[in-house]
């Protein structure tokens, strides 16, 4: 996700104080990085596509005069990365400047509003929309201050944000304010200092106040005042001392990005419903249009596309094939053509075997979609059509909150897919879009009610030699994801597999004490996915069973238990019960003293085959 910075110096230069809180700002991942600064009642900026160090080397990032400013990494969402999408952004007349992390929903039809009234765009991202609206809010009233042209702004603003404001009208002051996006304030003697993520100016000081959804910030030499933004009334807020070192603060605290991750994946299954309605409206269409849809990806990337072969079926009526892409040439090459169609799901946008596999459909003139979370990936370029599904960089080598964002986006395509294809009642579609808005607090619930029991369990069974997962229906790729996680980063050897097939062969492994993960959602494969737990007690398995809450009989039949909340409906099923699972695989990886961030012999991103 995007990093922003903002700060006003008693004195000093604050272009090289921003050029630095932004190299701390790095781990956040991005693309492309800018800096404005005001001097004398004018503007300063600079920008572009690029790393940091390299667009300093052509810019000089240092080089810009005043003792107030805000800077930007990027992590592109809407518009390529590239230098005219890069922010800080202005407005027509360059006197404002705006930094933004976040997403904004009704971006499109404001920027419409707002061309219509004259203004010129120069990117194509959905933060320029904010400086626009700012400008006319000017406009329409020469005396307000800046405050209130932002604070008038935001109630237009349906989505996330955290953004930094500086105008030559009022060239002393910042404004800042936060939506959902992380936004922290610094303190010290010379300075006040605002930013995404408190590492950022951690080394000048350790003295923090946190912003609160709903509050709009004045920065000044004189320090910092809080209004909501609902009603204008001021806030006080105690300053906090942290206590982080620089390591542990750009974890915000966590000791593993892969567990900050994991509890990342509420906020980031809501950036997955902020989705721009038309990719997801073209996409639906060119699934509708084909004769038949190959799954393609690898690894995580797979199990989603498993579950959505059932999200496709069970609510579109669509049959899809999940091919494992290292396959795909074997199984598929000769026969993919021109009326296939290809979606290709991919994190990184960048792994070597998914991209032969599209490769090779695009030779045989297939169609091929694209749905990653790195704008600017390969995949998008060698896509139709692609979605980008919002999750922020995933640090951690496991792929956890980009997994489940995968599964929602690709749950959304299905449910347009079936109202497309009249499969859906319009009740149903409500209900279950109903359902998909709640999953994130789901999946908050599961976090803060279940993590203190997901670790004892994994404390209990970490000597294990082996584990099974087992599901039945659309729960055997969340089996499939348990299990990758267990292997990947506790390095413990996991079998998964549909439990209808324990008594073909594998029922022969267990013996007194073997640990059976089940995942049991109340769908329609719970009766027989019961007689499989009977099947397994009965040969003195360790019965560790994922439940809907109060779900007593299964919950009688376990050795152990974790509980997700009722009513979730099957196909959005895997986003929710998947959560224990990557939490009992990092608890076991901690237990057994390892790195889960880093897991042995593996890469984030597998580029070659
Ligand atoms: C997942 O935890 C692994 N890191 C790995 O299986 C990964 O999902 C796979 O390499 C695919 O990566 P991609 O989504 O970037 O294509």
Known sequence: MCGIFGCVLKYGNAAPVIHAALKRLEYRGYDSVGEATLHEGRLYMKKDQGKIDEVHKIHDLDDLPG??????????????????NAHPHTDCNGQ????????????????????????????????EVIVHLIEDKIKANPSVSLADAVLETLKRIDGSYAIAVISTREPNKIICARNESPLVLGINENAVYCASDIPAFLPLTNRAVIIEDGELVTLSSDGFEIRKIVDSTLVT?????????????????????????????????????????????????????????FLVACGTSYH???AASYMFSKLAFLATYPVVASEFVEQHGKSVNIDSTILAVSQSGETADTLAAVECARRRAAT???????????????????????????????????????????????????KKR?????????????????????????????????????????????????GRGISTATALEGRLKLMEIAYVPAIAFP??????????????????????????????????????????????????????????LAEDYVEVPKGIPEVLSPIAFVTPLQLLAYYMAVEKGYTPDTPRNLAKSVTVK
């Open 499 to 556: 439990a209808g097939e324990s008594k073909h062969g594998p029922i022969s492994l267990v013996e007194p004490g073997f640990p059976v993960v089940f995942i049991c959602p109340k769908d329609e494969t719970r009766k027989t996915l019961v007689g499989n737990i009977m099947e397994m007690k009965a040969r003195g398995a360790s019965i560790i069973a994922v439940v809907e809450e109060g779900d007593e009989e299964i919950e009688k």
């Open 304 to 306: 989603a596309c498993l």
């Open 237 to 293: 807020r105690a300053t906090k001392l942290i206590d982080w070192m620089p390591e542990m603060a750009v974890k915000r605290g966590y000791p593993h990005f892969m567990l900050k991750e994991i509890h990342e994946e509420p906020s980031c299954l809501r950036n997955t419903l902020r989705m721009q309605e038309h990719y997801l409206e073209l996409m639906s269409s060119f699934l509708d249009r084909a004769r038949e849809v």
């Open 368 to 418: 091929v979609l694209g749905l990653t979370n790195v704008m600017g990936s390969t995949l998008t370029r060698v896509s139709r059509v692609y979605i980008c599904q919002q999750s922020g960089p995933e640090i951690g080598v496991a792929a956890t909150k980009t997994f489940t964002s995968q599964l929602s986006v690709l749950s959304q395509l299905a449910l347009r897919l079936a």
């Open 422 to 470: 009249g499969k859906i009642s319009q009740d149903e579609m409500d209900f279950l879009e109903e359902r998909l808005e709640k999953l994130p607090e789901t999946v908050e619930v599961i976090i803060q009610k279940q993590e203190g029991k997901i670790k004892q369990i994994a404390k209990k069974y970490k000597d294990a030699k082996t584990f099974f997962f087992l």
């Open 96 to 127: 404002i400047a705006v930094v933004h992390n976040g997403i904004i929903e009704n971006f499109s039809e404001l920027k419409r509003e707002l061309e219509e009234r004259g203004h010129v765009f120069k990117s194509k991202t959905d933060t």
């Open 67 to 84: 003792s107030i400013g805000v800077g930007h990494t990027r992590w592109a969402t809407h518009g390529a990365p590239l230098q005219i």
